[in-house]
C-alpha cells in the first residue's frame, strides 16, 4: 500500500533530522564581492532588535614592521580616536550616546573592528565604521597617548595579570624569529619606537578595499544595507605593501626553558608546548576531540589530575594556537612555588600517557557530546554568526567549515584521534618551557628540564 | 452506508482529514514559531474562527466537485467509468502523509510534542505573568516546600540554560568562617551518596554539558549549560546533590588547597585584589560586606565539617533557592521534572536572618597597601544602597555616565585630557543589603594618587553641585537599555537576569519594566543620590604603592 512508502519515507526524514540535530547549520548567506575585492556577508535575524558587525582586515600583527612591534594593535586603537568628521571626543560620544559598541583590535592575521548596536541606530553606526575604516584622523597627539598608555597597560599586567602573560613569553620564546612569536601587543621597547608617522604610513600601506571582509548579522534590511556598504567601500582601491608570505613554522627540537623572573611571586605560572597545527588542518574534528579530553574541559586529564586529584592548582588546560600557516599546541597552569616542579613533572607526565595510549575509548564519545552539546550557544547571537562568517571569509574557509563538523565529529574513531595526537602532540623531549615565577626559589630545580634562559618581568620586552 | 460509500468516493472523508491536519499546522505555526514574525494578538483566534467557518464550505465542494482531466467538474455530471476519485484520492494521502510528517518534524525542531502536556494529569501549568509587556510564554511555580521555579521557553537553539540561585553569600558568614559560602560552592562538585568526588562533572560532560557557579556577597549561583538532550541527566544530577551531598574527607583536604591555590593566583598575585579586599574591610566595620568572598587564609585552612554540614542544610534548603530555566524546553515538562525530582527534598527553618546594619561612617577612612608594583592604584569606595533602594537605579545611571566609555565624564578628564590615569572605572553593589559604590583608577608609573584623589573629588563635587545634562542621561539610559537587549539575546542571559531580578528585586517581571523605569528616572533623581552618596566623611580611600625598599 502507498501508505507505508510515505511512511518509510517519513521515518527516513525523521532519521536524517535527528542526526542532522547533533551539529549546527549555518544559516543562509547573502554574500557579495565587490569589483575592488571587498567581500560583504549579511544575514537578517530579528529574535531582538540589536545588529552584530564585524569587519576584517586581512594583516595584523604578523605584518609589524621589524622592531616595531605592537603597530597593528596601536594602528587598531588608533583608528577609534577620531574619524572623519569627529575628532576623537566627538567619535567615542557618538557610540556612546545610542548605546552602541564599536572598537578595533588586532590578531596575528588581521585587523577587526567588532560592532554591536541597537537596530534603529544602524545608519549611524555604519557612517563611523566607514570613517574609522576609510578616513581615520590618526592625529599626533592621539598617538602618543595610546601609545603610552599601552606601554604602561603592559607594566600594569606584569604587576597583576601573569597568567596572561605566559602564552606570550612562551609563543615568543618558541617562535624565536618567525612572525607567530610576534606579541600582539608588542613590548615596553617596541611600542616605545613606534611614532605616529610609522602609524599613519602603516596605515596607508595595509588597508585597502582587497583586503577587507565585513559581516553583519541581525535585524537590518539587507538590500538596503548592501547598498550602503557598497556605496562606501566600492571605490576602496587595494593596499600598496604586499603581505608578506608567513613561512610554516619548524618544530623546535630539543628541550628549552626561559625563566622569567618575578621576585616575591607567591606562584609559578608555566606554559610548556611546541609548534602545532593551522587552522585548516584536515582532521580538525579529531584533534578538538583529543584537546578537550586532554586538556579542554572541566574533566579533561589535565584539570583531573592536577586540579581535582592533586589540588595543585586551580586551573589547568591544553591551548591549541591556530593560524593560517601552522600554530601551536601547550600545556598551561600555574602553582605555588613550592609545587612548580611536582606540577611541571605531573603535566609531562600526562603528555608522555596521552601520546603512548591516547584517549580511553569510553570517553570518546564523551568527548564527542561535550563538544557537539556546547556548540549550537557559539553561533547564538547576531554578533557571534557576524564573527563566525567573518573568519572563514578571512581565511579562505566556507560554511562546510561549520557546518560539516558535526558530521566529523561523529565519525572520528579511535584510531583516527590516536593518528592526529602522535601528529599534533609534541614528545616530552622536544619541549619549549617558559615559566614565570620567583628565580632564586625554583632556579636550580628547573635546571633538569634543560638549558634555561633567565630573564627578569620588568625587562621592557617578552623575548630574551 | 451508501452514503458513506459514496463519501469515501468522492474522497470527502481524506478531504476532512487533510483539512483537519493542515488547520492544526497552521495554527500550531502562528503560535510557535510565527510569533516571531510578530503578528498580532487576535491572529490565532481569527485564524481559528476562519478554518472552523471553511470546514463545511470544503467538504460541500469535495461533496459537489470531481477532478477529471478535463478539469473540475460537478461530481454528479462526471461518468463514474472515466472518474479518476482514485487517483485523486491517492495524493489526498500522499498530502496528509506529508503535512503529518511535516506536523511531526516541526515538533520535533521544537523539542517536544506539546499536546501531550495536556495529557498528563496533575502537572501544574505553573503561574502566568501579570505585567503586559513580560514575555507571555513565562511561567513561575512554588512548589509545596517552598523552592520556586521560574521557565523562559526559547526554541532558538537545541540548548537549555539552568540558574539555581542559593540565598547564601559572604554575607552570612561570621568570623572564623569568612570564605564558606564561596568553599561551599567547590564542595557541591565534590561527591554525594551516590558520585564519587568528580562523578558529577564526568557525567555532565559526558551528556554534553557543562557548568560552573560563583560566589558573590549575597549569592551562590549554579549554572548548567546542556543540550536539551542531557535534559534528564541534569535533573538526575542536580537532585542528587541537592540532597544527598557528601563531604569526603580527602576530597575537603584537595579542594582546600585548589581554593590556596585560587586566592594565591587572584589575591596574592593580583594588586587590584590586593587593594581591593582591604579597602571593603575599612570601609564597613559591623555589616559582613567587610569578609572577602574567597576568606581570609586562616579561616580557609580551618572551617571544619561540621561548619560544612550545617551550612549545607541551613541555606541549601528549597525553601533558600530558586532555580531558572531557559531555552529548548516547556514549562509543563520542567515543572513535571521538578515535581519529580525536587518536591520530595524537605524545607527547612528560614536561615538567621542578617541583622546587622552598618553605622553611618563618620570621616573619611584610609589604608594603603605596599607592593611590587610598576603601575600605582587608587581605590574610592561610598557607602551606597541596596538593590531596592531608591538612590540605587539613579545611580547605577551615574555610574554609566561617570565611567562607561570613552566619552565618559571621569574618562575623558582623567584618561583622555589630564593624563592623570591609565584607566578608571567603576560599579556599585546591589545586595540585599547596603553596599559600596566603588570606583578603581590605575596610574600611570611615578603617578601622584594624592593629586589624583583631589580631581576625582572635584569631579564629584561638579554632579553634587551642578548635576549631570539631560544629553548625559540621555545617552546612559540609551547604554543600560542596550545592554539589556544584549543581555536577551542569549538564552544565559535570559537565565542570568531573570534570576537577578527574582533575587534581589523579588519579583522577575521587574525586569521587563526597566525601559520604563529608566524613561522615569530625571536628572534632578540623579543629582540627589550623588548628593547622598558622594561625600568624603562617607568615602573610604585604598592607595597601592610600590614597597619601600
Known sequence: MNGLRYITVALTYLLCATALAQGVTLPEVERVVLDNGVVVVLHEKRDVPLVGLRASIRGGAVSDPDGLGGMANLLAGALEKGAGERDAGEFAEAIDAVGGSLSAGADLESITISADFMARDADLMIELLVDMLRSPRLEDDEIRKLRERSINELRAAKDSNLRALTPIYGNGFLFAGHPYGNSLLGDEASLEKITAADVRDYYSNYFGGDRLVIAVAGDFDAAAMLENLSAAFADWPAASAVLAAVEVPVESTGRSVLLIDKPGAAQSYFWIGNVGVGIDYASRAELDIANTLFGGRYTSMLMDELRTKAGLTYGASSSLRREAAGGSVAMISYTKTDTTIAAIDLALSLLEKLRGEGVADEMIDSGKNYLLGQFAPKLETAVQLAGQFAMLESYGLDASYINDYGAAIAAADGEAIRTVISEVYPTTDNLVFAIIGDAELIREQLAKYGPITEMSISEPHFRP | ?549
Open chain 2, 1 to 549: 452506508m451508501a452514503l458513506f460509500a459514496e463519501l469515501r468516493r468522492r474522497n470527502v472523508l481524506k478531504v476532512a482529514l487533510l483539512y483537519v491536519v493542515a488547520s492544526w499546522l497552521i495554527l500550531w505555526f502562528v503560535q510557535g514559531p510565527g510569533a516571531a514574525l510578530d503578528l498580532p494578538s487576535w491572529t490565532r483566534s481569527f485564524l481559528t474562527l476562519l478554518l472552523a467557518i471553511g470546514f463545511p464550505v470544503a467538504l460541500l465542494f469535495a461533496w459537489t466537485y470531481e477532478i477529471t482531466p478535463a478539469g473540475l467538474r460537478k461530481a454528479s455530471s462526471v461518468d463514474q467509468t472515466q472518474s479518476i476519485v482514485y487517483k485523486t484520492g491517492q495524493k489526498l494521502n500522499a498530502a496528509v502523509s506529508v503535512l503529518l510528517v511535516l506536523g511531526v518534524l516541526a515538533l520535533i525542531g521544537e523539542g517536544l510534542l506539546p499536546k501531550f502536556e495536556f495529557l498528563v494529569p496533575g502537572v501544574p501549568q505553573g503561574e502566568a505573568p501579570v505585567a503586559a509587556q513580560t514575555p507571555p510564554e513565562i511561567r513561575s511555580l512554588v512548589l509545596d516546600n517552598g523552592l520556586k521555579i521560574i521557565v523562559w521557553p526559547d526554541h532558538d537553539i537545541p540548548n537549555v540554560v539552568l540558574y539555581n540561585f542559593v540565598r547564601a553569600g559572604s554575607r552570612n558568614e561570621y568570623p572564623g568562617i569568612t570564605g564558606i559560602s564561596h568553599f561551599f560552592e567547590h564542595m557541591m562538585f565534590l561527591g554525594t551518596e551516590k558520585l564519587e568526588p568528580g562523578e558529577f562533572d564526568r557525567i555532565m560532560e559526558a551528556a554534553g554539558g557543562s557548568n560552573n557557579a560563583y560566589t558573590s556577597y549575597d549569592v551562590t549561583v549554579y549554572q548548567d549549560w546542556f543540550p536539551r538532550s542531557a535534559l534528564d541527566v541534569i535533573f538526575g544530577l542536580e537532585a542528587d546533590r541537592l540532597q544527598n551531598l557528601r563531604t569526603y574527607a580527602d576530597a575537603v583536604e584537595a579542594e582546600r588547597q585548589v581554593v590556596f591555590s585560587e586566592r594565591r593566583s587572584r589575591v596574592d598575585d593580583n594588586n587590584f585584589f590586593k587593594l581591593y579586599e582591604q579597602v571593603r574591610a575599612t570601609a564597613f566595620v559591623a555589616h559582613p560586606y567587610q569578609f572577602p568572598i574567597i576568606g581570609w587564609p586562616s579561616d580557609i585552612e580551618a572551617w571544619t565539617e561540621e561548619d560544612l554540614a550545617g551550612w549545607y542544610q541551613t541555606y541549601y534548603a528549597p525553601n533558600n533557592r530558586i532555580m531558572i530555566f531557559t531555552g529548548d524546553v516547556t514549562p509543563a515538562e520542567i515543572f513535571e521534572l521538578a515535581e519529580e525530582h525536587f518536591a520530595p527534598i524537605p524545607a527547612q527553618d528560614p536561615p538567621p536572618a542578617v541583622r546587622t546594619v552598618e553605622p553611618e561612617q563618620q570621616g573619611v577612612r584610609r589604608v594603603s597597601v605596599q607592593a611590587a608594583a610598576q603601575t600605582p592604584m587608587l581605590h574610592m569606595a561610598f557607602h551606597a544602597g541596596s538593590a531596592t533602594d531608591p538612590e540605587t537605579a539613579p545611580l547605577n545611571l551615574l555610574l554609566n555616565i561617570l565611567v562607561s566609555g570613552e566619552s565618559s565624564r571621569l574618562h575623558r578628564a582623567l584618561v583622555e585630557e589630564e593624563e592623570l590615569v591609565l584607566s578608571v572605572d567603576g560599579f556599585q553593589d546591589e545586595g540585599f543589603d547596603p553596599g559600596l559604590a566603588y570606583f578603581y583608577l590605575t596610574l600611570p608609573p611615578g603617578g601622584d594618587p594624592a593629586g589624583v584623589e583631589q580631581r576625582m573629588l572635584e569631579l564629584l563635587q561638579d554632579v553634587v553641585e551642578n548635576g549631570v545634562t539631560e544629553a548625559e542621561l540621555r545617552k546612559a539610559r540609551n547604554i543600560v537599555l542596550a545592554d539589556f537587549w544584549r543581555g536577551l539575546a542569549t538564552i544565559n542571559g535570559k537565565a542570568s537576569a531573570l534570576g537577578q531580578y527574582e533575587v534581589f528585586l523579588g519579583n522577575y517581571e521587574s525586569l521587563f519594566a526597566l525601559p520604563d523605569e529608566l524613561e522615569a528616572i530625571s536628572v534632578g533623581d540623579i543629582q540627589e543620590a550623588a548628593a547622598k552618596v558622594f561625600r568624603s566623611q562617607n568615602m573610604t580611600v585604598g592607595v597601592l604603592l610600590e614597597a619601600e625598599e
